[in-house]
């Protein structure tokens, strides 16, 4: 079957490009390896327009029912490895099939990004851990470090102060970066300790994380704890996308109509060049590029 569109994600920018879709009634189709995304894994929301308070799995919740409302079907746990944009017929395939469309949206977010220092990979989910929200309370009563001074790490750390017995907050260069109302809580925990200037040099242990290595200003030491939460942010999920264009961080370039260089191919979300990663503004941009691929297939048409 060749569908109008295909969306590739269901975070904020694939579901509410889902919403829009169907409210046009195109003929379309959604295919996620989960549904939520990054929200999903959110703690506490408190900048979702209309929402003073929300938790990310609530969030998610309220977004699937908003899909359901509508009818919508979406192929979850399937896993889109390659898409291909040639003479107006969007090709897009997973493991399994291969679909066609007229135009796709990408919005398939951003994964975590590594630290690639000794002992990462070998103590992935042994201790080390890319996910507070998800893994924080396996971490009750314990010594733990949060590497990342952005708003990921301060908000892990909000979170871990409440269950760890003590926070290492560990930030590489001189100053945390994140926003100053999140670094205001921590400063006054008497659980966390905040080192900046400090690099994080390899992560230590025999079965489990034992530790780890760390650079002050040249000066080295080891600091033992039990959990590690490598919390320096993400990068975009873009790979599978072929000939289209992006940018030194690997994000698709898109215009303000979320149009990619290649024709019948839009993009939106933490996927995409547009500054600053929230749900507000992928849901925002996810509904644009369904309004622009609308408008793309009536031009086709015409
Ligand atoms: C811990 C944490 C806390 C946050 N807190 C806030 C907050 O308080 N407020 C705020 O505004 N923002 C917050 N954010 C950021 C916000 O969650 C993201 O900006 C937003 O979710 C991006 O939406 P998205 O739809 O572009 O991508 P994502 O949410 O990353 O969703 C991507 C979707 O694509 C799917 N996908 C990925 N690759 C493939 C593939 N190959 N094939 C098929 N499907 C695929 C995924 O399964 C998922 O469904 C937080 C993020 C994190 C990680």
């Given at each position: 079957?060749?569908?109008?569109?295909?969306?590739?994600?269901?975070?904020?920018?694939?579901?509410?490009?889902a919403?829009?879709?169907?409210?046009?009634?195109?003929?379309?189709?959604?295919?996620?390896?989960?549904?939520?995304?990054?929200?999903?894994?959110?703690?506490?929301?408190?900048?979702?327009?209309?929402?003073?308070?929300?938790?990310?799995?609530?969030?998610?919740?309220?977004?699937?029912?908003?899909?359901?409302?509508?009818?919508?079907?979406?192929?979850?746990?399937?896993e889109?490895?390659?898409?291909?944009?040639?003479?107006?017929?969007?090709?897009?395939?997973?493991?399994?099939?291969?679909?066609?469309?007229?135009?796709?949206?990408?919005?398939?977010?951003?994964?975590?990004?590594?630290?690639?220092?000794?002992?990462?990979?070998?103590f992935?989910?042994?201790?080390?851990?890319?996910?507070a929200?998800?893994?924080?309370?396996?971490?009750?009563?314990?010594?733990?470090?949060?590497?990342?001074?952005?708003?990921?790490?301060?908000?892990?750390?909000?979170?871990?102060?409440?269950?760890?017995?003590?926070?290492?907050?560990?930030?590489?260069?001189?100053?945390?970066?994140?926003?100053?109302?999140?670094?205001?809580?921590?400063?006054?925990?008497?659980?966390v300790?905040?080192?900046?200037?400090?690099?994080?040099?390899?992560?230590?242990?025999?079965?489990?994380?034992?530790?780890?290595?760390?650079?002050?200003?040249?000066?080295?030491?080891?600091?033992?704890?039990?959990?590690?939460?490598?919390?320096?942010?993400?990068?975009?999920?873009?790979?599978?996308?072929?000939?289209?264009?992006?940018?030194?961080?690997?994000?698709?370039?898109?215009?303000s109509?979320?149009?990619?260089?290649?024709?019948?191919?839009?993009?939106?979300?933490?996927?995409?060049?547009?500054?600053?990663?929230?749900?507000?503004?992928?849901?925002?941009?996810?509904?644009?590029?369904?309004?622009?691929?609308?408008?793309?297939?009536?031009?086709?048409?015409?």
């Amino acid at each position: 079957m060749m569908y109008d569109l295909i969306i590739i994600g269901a975070g904020p920018a694939g579901i509410t490009a889902a919403v829009y879709a169907a409210r046009k009634k195109m003929n379309f189709l959604v295919i996620a390896k989960d549904v939520g995304g990054q929200t999903a894994l959110s703690g506490d929301i408190e900048n979702y327009t209309g929402y003073q308070f929300i938790t990310g799995p609530d969030l998610t919740m309220k977004f699937e029912e908003h899909m359901k409302k509508y009818g919508i079907n979406w192929k979850e746990n399937e896993e889109v490895v390659k898409v291909t944009g040639v003479s107006g017929v969007i090709s897009v395939k997973t493991a399994g099939d291969t679909y066609e469309a007229k135009t796709a949206i990408i919005a398939s977010g951003a994964r975590w990004r590594e630290l690639g220092i000794p002992g990462e990979k070998e103590f992935k989910n042994k201790g080390l851990t890319y996910c507070a929200t998800c893994d924080g309370p396996l971490f009750a009563g314990r010594d733990v470090a949060v590497i990342g001074g952005g708003n990921s790490g301060l908000e892990a750390t909000l979170q871990l102060m409440k269950i760890a017995k003590s926070v290492r907050l560990i930030e590489a260069s001189p100053r945390l970066t994140g926003d100053r109302i999140m670094q205001d809580k921590i400063r006054i925990a008497e659980n966390v300790t905040v080192l900046e200037n400090t690099k994080v040099t390899a992560v230590l242990g025999e079965k489990l994380v034992s530790g780890i290595k760390i650079n002050t200003n040249g000066k080295e030491q080891t600091l033992p704890l039990q959990g590690v939460f490598v919390e320096i942010g993400l990068m975009p999920i873009s790979e599978f996308a072929e000939g289209i264009d992006r940018n030194e961080y690997k994000e698709i370039k898109i215009n303000s109509r979320n149009e990619t260089n290649i024709p019948g191919i839009f993009a939106a979300g933490d996927v995409t060049d547009v500054p600053e990663k929230q749900i507000i503004i992928a849901a925002g941009e996810g509904s644009k590029a369904t309004l622009s691929a609308f408008r793309y297939l009536a031009r086709q048409k015409s």
